[in-house]
């Protein structure tokens, strides 16, 4: 974990350096772990914890809007955690935490994924404000194996940008990744901005990767195929208006 973080914050530094004011990690940056029990082992009391002190440091001392993509947070039971993506403000006061709602289940010959087994479901929908006075940004919030719940996203609706840090599998990401976040951007109106794992981890996971950022009409404005990097975009309110004035499917709801 400490080399994890010890290669975020230079990251961090980055993005802030090239003018990002909100910055935003996938799910596991800390652990990925090499089995699925090793989050339970660094998991982290509500509002205390090495990992959550370091994303409220990092947010004060580079004045940004910090999302840590997910933390394992102690929960109800000791052979769970929740899995929980948490906002921090420039003044490192943390704004919001949503837990993952839908937990991934896969089988496909030897490659197996059960997050059950070690992840306490959440069943709450979070929205939250950012930005400065007169210029707010209505963000919702979501991790991961969500993206395939569109009924989630609806729940949200409308926001300004929806958040999809994440850790999607090489063999569901190649198949699926970009379609499901283009398709969340264009159902919704909104900026989507998914952060993801990409690579060869050393527990001998492949994760897709493709860290993206999505504009109201679908358009992908960055990407970053794999490994570790930072990319940069801006979203802007005129865009976000004009797509819904040009094609108002929100005001047609019937559902």
């Not at 969500?146 to 409308?158: C, I, K, S, T, V």
């Not at 952060?195 to 994760?207: K, L, M, S």
Request: proline share 6%; aromatic share 8%; charged share 25%.
């Amino acid at each position: 974990m400490a080399d994890n973080l010890a290669a975020v914050a230079p990251l961090i530094a980055k993005a802030a350096g090239e003018g990002a004011r909100l910055v935003a990690l996938p799910e596991y940056f800390a652990l990925l772990g090499r089995r699925d029990r090793d989050k339970l082992d660094v998991r982290e009391a509500d509002g205390d914890g090495p990992l959550q002190n370091f994303l409220s440091e990092q947010a004060r001392r580079h004045r940004i809007w910090l999302v840590g993509g997910t933390v394992p947070l102690a929960g109800p039971r000791p052979s769970k955690v929740w899995n929980s993506s948490l906002v921090y403000g420039p003044d490192g006061s943390r704004l919001a935490r949503y837990d993952k709602i839908h937990l991934f289940g896969f089988r496909n010959g030897d490659e197996r994924f059960e997050e059950s087994s070690t992840i306490e479901a959440g069943s709450t929908p979070v929205v939250v404000d950012i930005g400065d006075e007169g210029a707010r940004w209505r963000v919702g919030l979501s991790v991961c194996y969500d993206l395939r719940f569109p009924e989630l996203y609806r729940a949200l609706a409308p926001v300004d940008l929806l958040l999809v840090p994440s850790a999607f599998t090489f063999t569901t990401g190649s198949a699926h990744w970009e379609t499901l976040l283009r398709a969340r951007a264009i159902e919704n109106q909104c900026y989507v901005l998914a952060p993801a794992q990409g690579g060869v981890h050393e527990n001998g996971r492949r994760t897709w990767g493709h860290s993206m950022l999505v504009d109201p009409w679908g358009e992908v404005l960055g990407v970053l195929p794999e490994g570790e990097g930072v990319v940069v975009g801006e979203i802007a309110r005129d865009r976000i208006a004009q797509v819904r004035a040009s094609l108002p499917a929100l005001t047609h709801r019937v559902m």
